[in-house]
């Protein structure tokens, strides 16, 4: 058992707690969602693997491939600026962030993750486009293989499904104006 086995939603549980309130909002995500992507050329094996998975779950749930935006980087340290340009040009709806920073010898990792992370970070709460984290933050190259494998266990997959619910989530919430 892994720790998101024992930390996942058992089934029907979510449908009980929604019972239990007076208004639920929520949405499916739509294939009509305009997706922009941020990907970092550094540990680019790794970041073109979560590309292809963040296609998959587009195209999962409909999106055009001919739709989505991508826009390259030299690296994760520089994921939030291009991030930031993208959601506030008007013309997306979600962007992701696709990289991979593996923990080396020195504390590098420390500074380029904890930065990269607060800045995505920054990107959604100013602008209020969802902005989702799919950079890696692994300690070494297999795990990072593993989490950018085939299926819908691959991170970029996640981040797919992730960016589209959270569009269409904060598309029906109240005081949002989309």
């Known amino acids: 058992m ?6 996942a939603l058992r089934p029907g549980e979510l449908a009980a707690l929604d019972a239990a309130v007076g208004r639920v909002v929520g949405a499916e995500p739509t294939a009509t969602t305009r997706v922009a992507v941020v990907c970092a050329k550094f540990n680019g094996g790794i970041t073109a693997r979560l590309l292809r998975g963040l296609l998959a779950g587009l195209h999962a749930h409909g999106v055009d491939p ?4 991508a826009a390259w980087v ?14 506030r040009s ?7 962030a696709l990289g ?8 590098h990792f420390d500074f380029v993750a904890g930065q990269c992370a607060a800045g995505l970070q920054r990107v959604g709460l100013d602008t209020g486009v969802p902005v989702v984290f799919g950079v890696l933050t692994t300690d070494t190259v297999e795990q990072a293989l593993e989490r950018a494998g085939e299926g819908q266990d691959n991170k970029g997959f996640e981040a797919a499904v992730t960016a589209l619910e959270m569009a269409a989530l904060l598309g029906r919430l109240p005081g949002t104006g989309r």
């Open 2 to 7: 892994t720790s998101s086995d024992a930390t």
């Open 66 to 69: 001919a739709t989505v935006l």
């Open 74 to 87: 030299p690296g994760a340290f520089e994921l939030p600026l291009a991030a930031s340009h993208l959601a």
């Open 90 to 96: 008007g013309a997306v709806d979600a962007v992701v």
């Open 100 to 107: 991979a920073v593996i923990r080396g010898d020195t504390a």
